[in-house]
């Protein structure tokens, strides 16, 4: 609800446009980013009934973007130093650290392929 214009009263087209960089071939859903209000194709304000002001919407996106850069992870016990700090070139996700059981040798995987 906090990222959506519509609850400014705002119709917004093209929030989510297709990234070639980042599409797979044969997977037609797949390279979608989510675009700001301002980046939208096509924004017009003040065409829906408000549920919250303009400035409002705005003042929340400026929190939630403030938000999500203070939450970088927290500093586990290991050798790992830059836990919760990576972020994967390719798709974007946290990096987590990953340790050989015998050995103890320490790499970084992206999470997406940490869970598979």
Known sequence: MLHHPIYAGAYAYGRRPTDPRRQQ???PATGRRVATAQT????LRDRLPTYISWAQFEQNQTQLAANQAAGL???RSGPSLLSGLLVCGRCG???VPMYNGSSGRLRYACSRMATT
């Not at 939208?40 to 924004?43: D, E, G, R």
């Open 93 to 95: 996700l946290r990096m």
């Open 25 to 27: 071939p044969g997977r």
């Open 73 to 75: 992870g927290s500093i």
């Open 40 to 43: 939208c194709a096509i924004l």
